[in-house]
């Protein structure tokens, strides 16, 4: 007997198959698409590629998360080479309001913000002797006219900045350089500087281990720095106009202080005449002073 051969198509074979494939067919029709694999990454719509690359207008806005050679990414820094056009002024979105940005650092309104609710953009205010704004110093453009008045000798008896503009410089840039805590301002009389402030945190200050501080406590310097502005009450209605200043821009604050030496007659007066009430008296390493504070419980009562 001769062995049995399998015939050459074997019945079946073709049925299954086609069967098989129509199985995948149903089970794969209409299922949603797979996630590349991991060490695939997906294509980002509309990104240059190097078919389209040259197409690419110059000035396209770059793909936010992706770097573009002559494109600025929202939200990271702009640099001479990859955005000479960026205007690195300009808000950042993302960052806390009245941020800016300058060379990838905080621009300083942004610290100011954060500890002195951004002096720089308090409103002006209508006082009996004109409108009075308060403006940050510029050191190289208000350096000249504050060393003049730091050498004013009514002044520098209190003040002890007398001397070339150096002195005067220090005391201003360790202000400015710092995180914040003291703003030094003029203050512009119907847009003429006639004065100079600074509003600090005294909470912050070495001021509060000289009395119960509280929290955003914030304090008070002044000088006025014409002669013709001196003796006819505008120190008094300054000193209430930027009370009324802080009181309006920093929500926090309840109380404003000040801590005139206390061999300053008319200091003392003015700050009396502008809604302040004598605290106590306190020794500070330099002077003794008459601790003056204004609540804001009291602002339309003193």
């Excluded at 015939?7 to 129509?22: A, F, K, N, Q, S």
């Excluded at 200043?245 to 008319?266: F, G, K, M, Q, S």
């Amino acid at each position: 007997m001769s062995p049995t051969r399998p015939p050459t198509d074997p019945p079946g074979d073709d049925t299954l198959d086609l069967r098989v494939d129509d199985l995948v067919a149903l089970l794969t029709r209409g299922a949603p698409p797979q996630p590349p694999a991991p060490d695939t990454p997906a294509p980002i719509p509309d990104t240059p590629t190097p078919d389209n690359l040259a197409a690419t207008p110059a000035n396209s806005a770059a793909i936010p998360g992706s770097p573009a050679t002559g494109t600025f990414v929202p939200g990271t820094p702009a640099t001479a080479a990859g955005n000479p056009a960026a205007d690195t002024s300009a808000p950042v979105p993302g960052t806390p309001t009245g941020a800016l940005f300058r060379g990838g650092h905080p621009h300083r309104e942004l610290l100011d913000g954060d500890l002195l609710d951004s002096v720089a953009s308090w409103s002006p205010a209508a006082t009996p002797v004109g409108s009075f704004r308060l403006v940050p110093v510029r050191l190289e453009q208000d350096l000249p006219l504050l060393t003049r008045w730091m050498n004013d000798p009514a002044v520098a008896a209190f003040w002890e900045l007398a001397g070339p503009e150096t002195v005067t410089a220090d005391h201003l840039r360790a202000q400015l350089e710092g995180d914040g805590r003291s703003v030094p301002c003029l203050g512009l009389l119907d847009g003429t500087p006639m004065s100079y402030f600074e509003i600090y945190r005294a909470d912050l200050d070495p001021l509060a281990r000289h009395y119960p501080a509280r929290p955003h406590d914030t304090g008070l310097h002044l000088l006025i720095g014409g002669t013709a502005d001196r003796g006819r009450g505008v120190g008094t209605t300054l000193l209430r106009a930027v009370a009324d200043l802080v009181l309006d821009h920093r929500p926090r604050c309840t109380r404003i202080l000040a801590e005139p030496d206390l061999r300053n007659t008319p200091s003392v007066s003015a700050f009396l005449g502008g809604g302040f009430r004598y605290a106590a008296e306190v020794d500070l390493p330099d002077k003794r002073a008459a601790l003056m504070i204004r609540d804001r419980a009291l602002r339309h009562v003193l």
